[in-house]
Every structure is written in structure tokens, then in C-alpha cells.
């Protein structure tokens, strides 16, 4: 195809930001011919073995990774790492083995057999096909005695473009060198979105015509705009990426605290997973916390960690804010696209989107939430810090009763996720029971437009900009103004600058995002005024659509 074929894509904005470099794309999956033949009975307890010694190596290699990250994607190989050697898939691959078929095949025809199963279920178990791509590749690799699949290292800065990333290969990447990313496939609430957002990469997903574009091409990646230039006028790109420094710049020297530019006060928080990510929220402006997602002391386990084991990992996260500074912690999320080995999740749970996750999981696992509570009731007297507490996928009233219950017997500040449209349109009566709301919008999105949020077809309608979303907002945040009790977000559109001051138009009270992303916020915030904040924010809300939400707010904030 012609460089003149595909001259500009769109797609939707994840990370803001410009770069202009050349493209580079990740390598085929490795080729292994996958034999008719059959293994002979009794070399077949062999090959089985084969086959779990390829797995373990698998898993050994993403466990390890992940614990040389930090934050989301520490998460995302922890979880990756247990899918590897989930007992459903195995025992699939094992059964074959069994039967006859050497262990590559065995391998594929059982994953494959899963890919077709989460495909049919959709929701967030089709966001999983993805990682079990990732991982049949790697095993077959490892059995074949090849190189593990990946993205290559590039020799000089580059912008990657593929039809989906594995999350193991977007949490493994070097920002120095892949300064873009720009996928086919995915949403702004996938594994690869969060994750860029953490690395502070450019990102732009759902492009539609993006596999035209090979190799070696130059082009204008705008993660603002959610656009793909290919082969861009030299000149036009270099006044693009002069502009794009500017803003970078200026938001290299802003230093805090949050507040509009007539000094209406926003507190700006981070986003992590651990201890280490914690410490590097600490360096920068972050005010404290907005969400600390505990869910990676629990991944990657057999068994349930003890109430000291999880006091020690909290505390790493309170030390590091001690002195005053906010920590919302969560409890666990986890369920559908983070199962939990010792709480009983089937893998083919009906469509795990709407089933046991969050606070549900407490349900059928007595005592789970409590001693979560416990160690961090342990975690904040060891710190003598006053940390606030919140649960996920609250929808009722009387959830949020119970759950303030629980938090308030331990002295702790208790608090709920708006996540689900019903507990947005009944947040005053939620809050009556709790002291604070934050709004998780990756799934108040996907639950709000009914559409999986790893759709790449339905990727506009998990857009943030969705004023039916952002009237949800709205509706939380007058119901914490109505009480004096906050209203935060801790979603992803709290890393977008733009999309931030328009969250403070309609009322919210805090901020909370990677910690990559929170200069670029504050210091777009502090050129505007509170006024022109909720102007902007009632322009948005008139509007149809996401993209002309976006053209609406910058008429209003420039």
C-alpha cells in the first residue's frame, strides 16, 4: 500500500502526548510444526512432564518479572503468571498428553479450546484471550527450545504498532526506547492502556487501518488526539512535537499542591499497587493516595496470605505518605479477570463481568474481608497513620451499611467505589453509611454503555468522554457537595489533563492517577479557572458524543 494510502488514522486517545519516529512491530509467534503423530504410551508420562516443566518455566520467568515491577504491572504479570498454570487449562493440555498428542499440540488445542469458550462468553473473560494467547506462544516456545515471543529492542526510539499487546510484553517495555504505542485491537481500560499509562508512553488504541503500516515507516503518534500520521510533512511533525515539549515543560515545573488557577484547591493522588510504586508516587507532586489496590499480595497464591503478611505490605504503603498525607486503600477486587486460586472462582464463571468480584467475593468466603480489615487496622497502628478504606463494586445502600460497619469497628474511615450505575444514582443515600465516594470510571463506563471494555468494535463507547458517564459523575459528586463529604476519581480519566478539569467542573473533589501522569494534570489544571472548569464541564454534558465532548471542552479551556 502506498504511503499516501493511509495518510492519517483514528483511534481512541489513552496517554496524552506526541512522538514522531519510526515504526516498529512485535515479532511472529513462534512457527513449530505441530505433528499428527502420536507418542507412544510409555514415553507419554515423559512428555506430560515435559509439558508442566514448560509451564512452571513460563510462569517462573512472568513471576519474576513481576516482581521487578511495580504497580499495574506487577499486577498484570502476577496475574498472568497464575494463568499460566491455571488447573483448567492444564488439565485440558495434560489430558491430551495423555491420550496421545505430543505436548505443542496438546498445548494448542487446549488453549485454543479456552480462547473459543471466553470469546463466546465475552465481557471480561474475552479480555483474557488475549494473555492466553500470550502464554500458549510461550510454552510452545519453550518446548521447542526457541527464543520466548516478545517485543524486539529497538536501536533507537521507536513507536510500536501491533494488533494487541500481551500485558507481559507492554509491562516489560522501555519508555527510552518505545515512546509510542498505537494498537488495532483494545480499549481505554485495557491491560495495555493502564500499564502506559503508568510508563508514561503515548498511547492510542482501536485505530482502525493501523495494520497497513509497516515497519520501518515514519510516523505522528498523538495520544491527545487519538491520532496516527503516516509519513507526516517533516515540518508539520517537528512543529507538532515543539508544541507537545512545551506542554511537557510546563509540567515538569509544577510542583503543587493541586488547585484550579483562581486557587480552588483539587487534591491530585496516585495510583499504586506496593510499597515500591508508593515511594516513587512520593517524588512527585502526588498529594497522597487515591487508591491503593491491594490485590497483588493475594495473586500468584494457593493460599490465602495471613492477616501479618498483609499488615507488612500495607505498611510499606502508609510509611511511605506518613506525616498527614491521604492513602485510600481498597479492598480486594478481585474475581473475573483476576481470580483468586483459594477463593474458589471457576474459570468458565457465565459472564464474569456481572458475577462474584469485589466485594461480592466476601460472600462465599467467611472472613476474608474481615481480616483485610484486620491487617490493615494492624498496618495503621504500626504506622500511627489514619488511613481511609474503601470497597469495590458496591450497588445498594445496605452494602455500603455493612461494609461501614466493618471499616468503623477498626477506627478506620470508611468509603465506597462508585463503579456501578445504581450506586451513582443513589450515592446520597450510600452516603449516608460512608464518609467518601471515589469513582472508578474504567467500569462505571463499560457497565454505564453495556460494552466490554477490550472491545476494539465498542472501544468509543467505553470512551470516558461519554457524557452519559460523566452524567453519572455529575450525580455522585452534587450528592458529596449536598453533605460536604468528597467526591474523588480514581479511574483512568483522572490521567487525562483535559478530561481532569472537567471532572472539577462537575464537582469533584480529588484526583487520582498513575503517578507518570499526575505533573501533566496538575499543571493543566492550574491554567484555568474554576468557572471555566464547570462551563466547560456543561458543555460537554450537551454534547452526543465523545469525540465532540473533547471538541467541546477545548472550546471552553483552549
Not at 517462573?60 to 498454570?85: N, P, S
Not at 492502556?193 to 515507516?217: E, F, M
Amino acid at each position: 500500500m502506498s504511503a499516501l494510502s493511509v495518510p492519517v488514522l483514528h483511534g481512541v486517545p489513552v496517554v496524552p502526548g506526541v512522538q514522531y519516529a519510526p515504526v516498529i512491530r512485535p515479532g511472529r509467534p513462534p512457527v513449530v510444526e505441530l505433528a499428527d503423530t502420536e507418542i507412544a504410551e510409555p514415553d507419554r508420562a515423559a512428555e506430560a512432564g515435559r509439558f508442566r516443566a514448560a509451564a512452571t518455566a513460563v510462569a517462573d520467568r512472568l513471576r519474576a518479572r513481576a516482581a521487578h515491577a511495580t504497580g499495574a504491572a506487577a499486577e498484570v504479570l502476577a496475574a498472568t503468571a497464575t494463568l499460566a498454570q491455571d488447573r483448567a487449562w492444564i488439565g485440558a493440555a495434560e489430558k491430551r498428553i495423555t491420550a496421545g498428542a505430543p505436548a505443542a499440540r496438546a498445548v494448542t488445542e487446549a488453549v485454543d479450546q479456552f480462547i473459543d469458550m471466553f470469546t463466546k462468553l465475552g465481557g471480561l473473560m474475552a479480555e483474557r484471550v488475549t494473555d492466553l494467547r500470550d502464554i500458549r506462544d510461550r510454552v510452545v516456545a519453550e518446548l521447542a527450545g526457541l527464543p520466548e515471543p516478545g517485543v524486539p529492542l529497538p536501536d533507537t526510539p521507536s513507536i510500536l504498532c501491533a494488533p494487541d499487546l500481551a500485558p507481559a510484553d507492554t509491562a516489560g517495555l522501555d519508555p527510552d526506547l518505545i515512546v509510542g504505542l498505537a494498537t488495532t485491537l483494545g480499549g481505554p481500560t485495557s491491560h495495555t492502556a493502564i500499564i502506559a499509562r503508568q510508563l508514561g508512553i503515548p498511547c492510542v488504541v482501536a485505530v482502525s487501518g493501523l495494520d497497513a503500516i509497516g515497519s520501518g515507516r515514519m510516523v505522528l503518534l498523538d495520544g491527545t488526539a487519538g491520532t496516527v500520521t503516516a509519513d507526516p510533512d517533516p515540518s508539520e511533525a517537528a512543529a507538532a512535537l515543539d508544541a507537545a515539549r512545551r506542554s511537557a515543560e510546563a509540567a515538569r515545573h509544577w510542583h503543587g499542591p493541586g488547585a484550579t488557577g483562581d486557587g480552588h484547591a483539587v487534591a491530585i493522588l496516585a495510583n499504586v499497587a506496593d510499597g515500591a510504586a508508593a515511594r516513587a508516587a512520593r517524588e512527585t507532586p502526588a498529594e497522597g493516595i487515591g487508591l491503593f489496590r491491594t490485590e497483588l499480595c493475594f495473586l500468584n497464591r494457593d493460599t490465602e496470605p495471613t492477616v501479618e503478611e498483609q499488615a507488612a505490605i500495607y505498611a510499606q504503603v502508609l510509611e511511605a505518605f506518613s506525616g498527614g498525607p491521604k492513602v485510600v486503600i481498597r479492598t480486594l477486587d478481585a474475581g473475573s479477570d483476576k481470580p483468586l486460586r483459594f477463593a474458589g472462582h471457576p474459570l468458565d464463571e457465565a459472564n464474569p463481568a456481572l458475577g462474584v468480584r469485589g466485594i461480592r467475593i466476601a460472600a462465599d468466603n467467611p472472613g476474608l474481608l474481615e481480616r483485610q480489615l484486620d491487617a490493615v487496622a494492624a498496618a495503621a497502628e504500626k504506622t500511627n497513620t489514619e488511613p481511609w478504606v474503601m470497597a469495590p463494586m458496591i450497588a445498594t445502600a445496605d452494602e455500603a451499611k455493612r461494609f461501614a460497619a466493618q471499616v468503623r469497628s477498626r477506627g478506620l474511615t470508611p468509603g465506597v467505589m462508585i463503579e456501578i450505575p445504581a450506586a451513582a444514582l443513589l450515592a446520597g443515600a450510600i452516603l449516608d453509611h460512608v464518609d467518601f465516594l471515589s469513582i472508578g470510571t474504567n467500569d462505571l463506563a463499560q457497565y454505564t454503555m453495556a460494552a466490554d471494555r477490550m472491545s476494539a468494535e465498542l472501544a468509543t463507547l467505553t470512551d470516558p468522554w461519554q457524557p452519559a458517564v460523566l452524567a453519572l459523575v455529575e450525580i455522585a459528586a452534587r450528592a458529596g457537595a449536598a453533605v460536604g463529604k468528597p467526591v474523588g476519581v480514581c479511574g483512568e480519566a483522572a490521567a487525562d489533563p483535559l478530561l481532569a478539569c472537567v471532572l472539577v467542573g462537575l464537582g469533584v473533589t480529588s484526583l487520582s492517577a498513575a503517578a507518570a501522569a499526575i505533573p501533566a494534570v496538575g499543571a493543566r489544571l492550574s491554567t484555568v479557572t474554576l468557572q471555566q472548569c464547570r462551563d466547560a464541564a456543561q458543555a460537554v454534558l450537551a454534547t452526543a458524543g465523545p469525540g465532540e465532548a473533547r471538541a467541546a471542552a477545548l472550546g471552553v479551556l483552549g
